[in-house]
């Protein structure tokens, strides 16, 4: 059964953005705190951005950091990441993911993965 479903991703060209959702049939989504990893073609998958489940507090990878902003909407059960400035090294498979604790999700396991949509940047 599906739980976390991509959406968002294409080809884009270097310094344009892109958002990319994820939304949730996960059971009490308000609950879980969220994230996004991504993985390039050869390299390990390595983490983008998370959220809690609330209070709010963000957390980005220093590649990303001011040029992506991850954000939820609990009443659509959706994440976000608007991705802007990108360049041709962002370019990898994203990945949702989704866990009730955040240090899970900051150490990439968490307990609900998406499939992946692909960003392609060019340069």
């Known amino acids: 059964q599906v739980q976390l479903v991509e959406s968002g991703g294409g080809l884009v060209q270097a310094g344009g953005s892109l958002r990319l959702s994820c939304v949730s049939s996960?059971?009490?989504?308000?609950?879980?705190?969220m994230g996004w990893f991504r993985q390039a073609p050869g390299k390990e998958r390595e983490f983008v951005a998370a959220?809690?489940?609330?209070?709010?507090?963000?957390y980005y990878a220093d590649s990303v950091k001011g040029r992506f902003t991850i954000s939820r909407d609990n009443a659509k059960n959706t994440v976000y990441l608007q991705m802007n400035s990108l360049k041709p090294e962002d370019t990898a498979v994203y990945y949702c993911a989704a866990d009730g604790n955040i240090n899970d999700v900051l150490a990439g396991f968490s307990a609900y993965w998406g499939q992946g949509t692909q960003v392609t940047v060019s340069s």
């Open positions: 996960i059971r009490s989504f308000s609950n879980k705190a």
């Open positions: 959220i809690t489940r609330g209070p709010i507090s963000t």
